[in-house]
């Protein structure tokens, strides 16, 4: 991945990892959503954060290349996209960051560019993404008869 660009956003696993990889901007100059998020100290998956923490999702869609295009469009800063699944279906998951709280989560999302508030980004409880999440390995070890 091209990491020179300040506007990429990091998909390490099918889990994603929350880090605290940055952009090449300094922090002054980075957005309210990126200010918010919880930044472990380590590296740490999203599957492995408390349940109880909340994430802004922003869109879901079928393709990788669509969460790129996305990205893009909307000159968004360091996001996370994980997989999850609903109704058996794989899809990307695009969030700003995880927040300790749900007032964090409604600040993120009244912080992100016009374009993409107009889009009602879903603030949830980060265990139903988690759930989400997992039901991605189970369909993608499931075995037809």
């Known amino acids: 991945m091209n990491r020179t660009s300040p506007n990429k956003y990091v998909l390490n696993t099918i889990f994603a990892v929350l880090c605290c990889l940055g952009s ?12 918010l998020a919880y930044k472990p100290s ?3 998956l999203v599957i492995d954060l408390p349940a109880d923490m909340f994430a802004v999702q922003l869109i879901a869609v079928s393709t990788r290349k669509q969460i790129e295009s996305f990205v893009e469009l909307h000159n968004l800063w360091d996001m996370t ?3 999850a699944s609903k109704d058996g279906k794989t899809l990307y998951v ?10 964090d ?3 993120a ?6 374009s993409v ?20 390995i189970k369909t993608n070890y499931a075995v037809s008869d």
């Open 24 to 35: 090449s901007a300094p922090a002054s100059e980075k957005p309210a959503y990126w200010h």
């Open 42 to 44: 380590e590296e740490t």
């Open 81 to 83: 996209a994980v997989k």
């Open 94 to 103: 695009l969030i700003p960051g995880v927040y300790k709280s749900r007032l």
């Open 105 to 107: 989560a409604q600040t």
């Open 109 to 114: 999302a009244a912080s992100l560019p016009q």
């Open 117 to 136: 508030k107009q889009l009602k980004p879903w603030i949830r409880r980060l265990g139903g993404l988690q759930d989400a999440m997992r039901d991605v």
